[in-house]
């Protein structure tokens, strides 16, 4: 169902900068506002940017999101081997009454 | 510290009903919208629905004529119903809190997920 689209696969070397991005619709990116999750293997999602460029607490300032019309934005600098994870953008659809999640982008810190 | 946790079924066969509740300590129930994700295995992430503390709820247009979520108040609880549950409804299941506003995937604290397989 999800029509927020990333791509399934980013990778990076340590202390690289890398970008996902994740792309919308008029609906869903276009009117509202984009977050960003982390899935660690095994573990809960964890939020990292809310409100397209918001980090939430405790976040350290390499994770930075960003929102042009219908697209979004998740850059991490100063890549570290513990950034490799699941990364999800979310959004909500008006035209759709639910929240949406990105099909998820695998990174990998080669 | 606000902490969500989850219990219920882990093993349902075709056509049961899936039950599961979350139940939530350190912090206000009310005041917050308390939601249900689930995550298919190696696949991503999927919204269920919503609830807010005087119990409106919102579903996901896929899933609304099977899914039901609601509170118990008094007991800091909210649970999650999804009838006719078939194999393709396997998945970690989540609860998590979200903000006060309606609609908004502001998600901070989250359940420890619980695994269901639908299995004959």
């Known amino acids: 169902q999800s029509v927020l689209t990333q791509p399934p696969s980013a990778s990076g070397t340590p202390r690289q900068r890398v970008t996902i991005s994740c792309s919308g619709s008029?609906?869903?990116?276009?009117?509202?506002?984009v977050y960003w999750y982390q899935q660690l293997p095994g573990t809960a999602p964890k939020l990292l940017i809310y409100?397209?460029?918001q980090r939430s607490s405790g976040v350290p300032d390499r994770f930075s999101g960003s929102k042009s019309g219908t697209s979004a934005s998740l850059a991490i600098s100063g890549l570290r081997s513990e950034d490799e994870a699941d990364y999800y953008c979310?959004?909500?659809?008006?035209?759709?009454?639910?929240?949406?999640f990105g099909e998820g982008t695998k990174l990998t810190v080669l | 510290q606000v902490q969500l946790q989850q219990r219920g079924a882990g093993l349902l066969k075709p056509s049961e009903t899936l039950s599961l509740t979350c139940a939530v300590s350190?912090?206000?129930?009310?005041?917050?919208?308390w939601t249900w994700i689930r995550q298919p295995p190696g696949k991503g992430l999927e919204w269920l629905g919503e609830?807010?503390?005087?119990?409106?709820?919102t579903y996901s247009p896929s899933l609304k004529s099977r899914v039901t979520i609601s509170l118990e108040t008094p007991k800091n609880r909210f649970s999650l119903r999804l009838t006719s549950i078939t194999a393709a409804d396997t998945a970690v299941y989540y609860c998590?809190?979200?903000?006060?506003?309606?609609?908004?995937?502001?998600?901070?604290?989250w359940g420890q997920g619980s695994l269901v397989i639908v299995s004959s």
């Open positions: 998590a809190r979200g903000s006060g506003v309606a609609a908004v995937p502001f998600y901070t604290y």
């Open positions: 350190g912090g206000s129930f009310s005041g917050y919208y």
């Open positions: 609830i807010n503390h005087s119990g409106g709820t």
């Open positions: 008029s609906s869903n990116i276009g009117r509202n506002f």
């Open positions: 409100r397209n460029n």
């Open positions: 979310a959004s909500w659809d008006d035209s759709l009454s639910a929240v949406l």
